[in-house]
């Protein structure tokens, strides 16, 4: 079965705080795609991050990180000096190959709440 | 500018009416797709449709129907046999072909219908 896992309802930090949000998934698949959007409240989600399975390498852009381990079924996203601005329910996840459909598989999303 | 648009932002219903929920996207993308999102949940998907005049059902069809007479647009009805037909709704779209970026799914700002 595939399936992913956002095991933080919400998490409350205050403004400047790193924060990492997990992310655990599960396939059987050798090629996959993994995602991180971003659904702030205006309720449109804003695309992150695509990382190929083949590609473990981290990858970071800006205050973004993320890091991705096979050996684990992880991807996790680390917001560094976070902001208010980051105040949003992050969503991750997952594309199998399914017949040349796109399907997307999410996780429940993690609410980020950034108090200044 | 390049996008997804979703009309209207509410609305609003009396049990036992079907409604129709617009989707019109001027990416020139092939795919589109509707999601269903509940309070607390991830989205979950309803139809898919990756070329003209072709569609699928997603996890959760039951209750919708869609049409694809046009690349540009992807409506989705609400009927009446569906039973909790209050949820916000979003819709979404990818590029063709095999390449890494046809599957990144970009999205609406969506629709919030209240059925009472």
């Known amino acids: 079965a595939q399936k992913v896992t956002q095991a933080q309802t919400e998490i409350s930090v205050v403004e400047k705080e790193d924060v990492t949000l997990d992310c655990v998934y599960e396939t059987r698949d050798t090629t996959y795609y993994l995602f991180w959007y971003k659904q702030p409240p205006s309720g449109e989600l804003v695309f992150l991050i695509r990382r190929n399975s083949f590609d473990e390498q981290n990858e970071i852009s800006g205050r973004y990180s993320w890091n991705f381990q096979k050996s684990t079924s992880s991807f996790n996203f680390t917001i560094t000096a976070s902001q208010v601005v980051d105040s949003a329910v992050y969503f991750c996840a997952l594309s199998p190959p399914v017949g040349g459909y796109n399907k997307l598989i999410f996780g429940a999303g993690t609410r980020l709440a950034v108090h200044p | 500018d390049g996008g997804i648009t979703q009309s209207p932002k509410y609305l609003f219903r009396k049990e036992g009416q079907n409604v129709t929920l617009s989707c019109e996207q001027n990416?020139?993308?092939?795919?589109m797709y509707w999601y269903r999102q509940d309070p607390g949940q991830g989205l979950r998907l309803i139809y898919y449709?990756?070329?003209?005049?072709?569609?699928q059902k997603g996890d959760i069809a039951e209750g919708y129907s869609v049409s694809r007479e046009k690349k540009e647009s992807f409506p989705l009805t609400v009927t009446s046999a569906q039973k909790n037909p209050t949820a916000f709704y979003l819709c979404?779209?990818?590029?063709?072909?095999?390449?890494?970026?046809?599957?990144?799914?970009?999205f609406g700002p969506g629709t919030r219908l209240t059925v009472t």
């Open positions: 979404a779209s990818s590029g063709s072909g095999s390449g890494a970026s046809s599957y990144e799914q970009y």
């Open positions: 449709s990756q070329i003209v005049n072709d569609f």
């Open positions: 990416l020139n993308h092939d795919a």
